[in-house]
């Protein structure tokens, strides 16, 4: 079985249709637990997104030292939940080279 390297940096079996049925679900278990992850990360970033406006709703006035250190805190979480969220939807072949509009 051949390989190639995926955004993670695990390697991840490269499909070559072979007719054989096991072949074929063992594709089929890959896919689907992949589409898994890219679901699970993307819930996880949206609940990272959802901390930080719970946060600022919590907010009673302009923050101290300390809350600046929990926002800090969710914003990494935020950030780490991303990351996660986009290489899992890379994997399953959903990704954009760029949101930024071409700066010509």
């Known amino acids: 079985m051949t390989t190639t390297p995926g955004s993670d940096g695990t390697d991840r079996p490269t499909r070559r249709p072979t007719g054989d049925p096991v072949d074929a679900a063992i594709d089929r278990a890959a896919d689907e637990a992949a589409l898994r992850r890219a679901a699970e990360t993307a819930r996880a970033h949206t609940d990272a997104v959802r901390a930080v406006a719970r946060f600022v709703e919590d907010l009673d006035d302009l923050p101290e030292p300390s809350a600046l250190v929990e926002f800090a805190h969710l914003l990494g979480q935020e950030e780490e939940a ?13 990704d954009v080279p760029s949101l930024e509009p071409d700066q010509e």
């Open 82 to 94: 991303r990351q996660a969220r986009t290489a899992a939807l890379t994997d399953i072949g959903l």
